[in-house]
């Protein structure tokens, strides 16, 4: 069974970065696409990066392109999301999520299969 365990969330200034984690268990992750997602209250769960674990290919939402970079370490079992340059409009709960194989849309939230908790990130003007 997969898991995704996210950290890294906090409380930071406009313009301050954060790293995300995603710790994933359960199995090798080739052949993986894993995304990073954000939901803030009353709003739909949308995407902002995804990273395919085998290829390294990655795809970022417009409003995050530049200030934010998905990673993964191999090694670790682990996915990042480092995010600079970070605005109020950045603030929700930011999740982890994975799915095995191929997909019609890397960017729909109900195309991923698991699901971490998620770490909220909240950014003040």
């Known amino acids: 069974q997969v898991q995704l365990v996210e950290s890294g969330g906090g409380l930071v200034q406009a313009g301050g970065s954060l790293r995300l984690s995603c710790a994933a268990s359960?199995?090798?992750?080739?052949?993986?696409?894993m995304g990073w997602f954000r939901q803030a209250p009353g709003k739909e769960r949308d995407v902002v990066a995804v990273?395919?674990?085998?290829?390294?290919?990655?795809y970022y939402a417009d409003s995050v392109k530049g200030r934010f970079t998905i990673s993964r370490d191999n090694a670790k079992n682990t996915v990042y999301l480092q995010m600079n340059s970070l605005k109020p409009e950045d603030t929700a709960n930011y999740y982890c999520?994975?799915?095995?194989?191929?997909?019609?849309?890397?960017?729909?939230?109900?195309?991923?299969?698991?699901w971490g908790q998620g770490t909220q990130v909240t950014v003040s003007s």
């Open positions: 999520a994975a799915y095995y194989g191929y997909r019609r849309s890397w960017s729909r939230a109900d195309e991923y299969d698991y």
């Open positions: 359960g199995r090798t992750f080739t052949g993986y696409v």
């Open positions: 990273i395919n674990w085998s290829t390294g290919t990655t």
